[in-house]
Nanobody
Framework: QVQLVESGGGLVQAGGSLRLSCAASGRTYSGYDMGWFRQAPGKEREFVAAIRRSDYRTYYADSVKGRFTISRDNAKITVYLQMNSLKPEDTAVYYC????????????????WGKGTLVTVSS
């Protein structure tokens, strides 16, 4: 069992930055691929970024490439999402996700979810 708790969301102006954190608990955390999804009002949840447990390789949605960076610290049992050059269209609830196996962008394949943290980007 893995529990995920997100933090770091808030209100920021366009062009600004935020760093989201996801604190994980559960003794098998290091064995999970981790990632972030987001869900804007009236839209479906979508993949944002992922990081593999084996080699820390990262993956990004095209919409955030070059602006967002995902990282993980197994010693602190935390995953981060550094978000730079934020745009109003990045406004959404951001969810931390964990999967016991190769991470996918399909919402239905995720094993564990956090409750989410709201990011609002004003124009």
């Amino acid at each position: 069992q893995v529990q995920l708790v997100e933090s770091g969301g808030g209100l920021v102006q366009a062009g600004g930055s935020l760093r989201l954190s996801c604190a994980a608990s559960g003794r098998t955390y290091s064995g999970y691929d981790m990632g972030w999804f987001r869900q804007a009002p009236g839209k479906e949840r979508e993949f944002v970024a992922a990081i593999r447990r084996s080699d820390y390789r990262t993956y990004y949605a095209d919409s955030v490439k070059g602006r967002f960076t995902i990282s993980r610290d197994n010693a602190k049992i935390t995953v981060y999402l550094q978000m730079n050059s934020l745009k109003p269209e990045d406004t959404a609830v951001y969810y931390c996700a964990a999967r016991n196996g190769a991470f996918t962008v399909v919402v239905g394949t995720i094993d564990y979810w956090g409750k989410g943290t709201l990011v609002t980007v004003s124009s």
